[in-house]
């Protein structure tokens, strides 16, 4: 079954890039930018992956990211990430990056994006992946600090796609950022959020109604709210789940209680993610394989929710 699931294609629609950033990686570019790390080596860093919420592993993730500096370093990540693509016949892609995790660190926006977006056209190019980048404002700073980075894209804007918003979600309501996601929209941005993967149903309905999103990142506990699964799917407002990140990070004690197919067979458009691969324990692949083992996820079933992907992909072919 894994091969077959691996060479289903998908589109892959959550996806951090910073998140991709696997151990092997991370110790080789403290060895280059002469940084020095608190782990002796890959083995002592892998072995800190285990959280009990979101905020453990978010602590980690800030701290890992602080080893990318230079263009060629966020062009180094973010071609590792393709070549998993590549691997696993995701043939389109819509990842996340984090400005503030880098300009609050003194890296310029361009030294960022430049790296990203070049690894991006290679893979176009190079390996016939299509992609999509959306920049994602930290919801644990304020919305000042996001409509600074807004100032800051608007140069560039044709190397995005959309905003979404990430980080921290408890006591970060979508509301918090309603302005800021007014005027992106004004802009011709796209919108996404992620909601409902800590936070209460109310956070979803915030993101639909105030931020005017596109799509839902993880939205897992819409389930809770009758209501809000029938807008969902009256809607076919499309979540991008991540199982395997929803088991670390504790959002469901064990994969067999996760709720995804639930959803798929009630219409819900949902899709399969590896939000944060490098610390989660696989990619696209083995978030399916996952549910297979533990949910048994038939190929019918893999199937819709791998054209549900493409479906849901902001940039039409
Ligand atoms: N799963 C997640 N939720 C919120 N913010 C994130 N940033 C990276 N991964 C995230
Ligand atoms: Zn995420």
Known sequence: ?????????????????????????LFALAE?????????????????????????????????????????????????YLLRCKAQNVIHTEPFFDPQTHTDRGIPFEVVLNGISAALKDGQQQLGISSGLILSFLRHLSEDEAHKTLDQALPFRDAFIAVGLDSSEMGHPPSKFQRVFDRARSEGFLTVAHAGEEGPPEYIWEAIDLLKIQRIDHGVRAIEDERLMQRIIDEQIPLTVCPLSNTKLCVFDHMSQHNILDMLERGVKVTVNSDDPAYFGGYVTENFHALHTHLGMTQDQARRLAQNSLDARLVKP
Request: charged share 25%.
């Open 1 to 25: 079954m894994y091969d077959w699931l691996n060479a289903l294609p998908k589109a892959e629609l959550h996806l951090h890039l910073e998140g991709s950033l696997e151990p092997e990686l």
């Open 32 to 80: 280059r930018n002469k940084i020095a790390l608190p782990w002796n080596d890959v083995e002592a860093l892998r072995s800190a992956y285990a959280f009990n919420n979101l905020q453990e592993f978010l602590d980690l993730y800030y701290q890992g990211a602080d080893v990318l500096r230079t263009e060629q370093d966020f062009y180094d990540l973010t071609w590792a």
